[in-house]
């Protein structure tokens, strides 16, 4: 096409690359006198970098479509629920699940019910030593999160 005296743009838009490859496409064929691609070790890619944007974006819009579905309607061909996930993982997009907060056993609960009572009359000048947090999860020693605090 650029022998016939179209421009890079028009090959670009024509053959949906980018222009670095009509480029090196020029390069090869005045090396080679040809323009084949070398061969390839390993399976070709099923999609392209575009597609794999567009697998992205959808999931970026609305968190909770399944990849099951994506493979199945987001593209012109099918592709697996498994390249759908690997195409997310590589841009750091992993399934989560909603935290609910810690599970309160019994024995969770009686610490809580003694902690209440302990400190029930409590006055102000006692309560100025607290210190109140977000009520984020981490912990100061070697204890788990979430476990109650033993005495001071």
């Known amino acids: 096409m ?3 005296g179209a ?11 980018t222009r670095i ?8 064929l005045r090396q080679t006198v040809r323009t084949a691609d070398w061969p390839r070790t390993g399976r070709p890619q099923v999609t392209t970098p575009i597609e794999d944007r567009h697998i992205r ?5 609305n ?12 593209l012109e061909h099918v592709i697996s629920r498994q390249t759908v996930y690997r195409r997310l993982r590589a841009h750091g997009i992993r399934a989560r699940r909603p935290y609910r907060g810690a599970f309160l056993t019994p024995p969770h609960r009686l610490n ?3 902690w209440a009572r ?12 607290v ?18 605090c033993a005495e001071e």
């Open 112 to 114: 809580r019910r003694i």
């Open 7 to 17: 421009t890079h743009r028009d090959v670009v838009r024509r053959l949906g690359c």
């Open 21 to 28: 490859t009509v480029t090196r496409l020029m390069q090869r």
């Open 63 to 74: 968190r909770f479509v399944t990849t099951t579905l994506t493979a199945r309607t987001a």
């Open 131 to 148: 210190l109140f947090s977000d009520e984020s999860r981490f912990a100061s020693s070697g204890t788990t999160a979430g476990s109650v």
């Open 118 to 129: 302990r400190l029930r009359r409590w006055q102000p000048w006692n309560w100025a030593r």
């Open 2 to 4: 650029l022998q016939q």
């Open 57 to 61: 974006v959808l999931h970026l819009r």
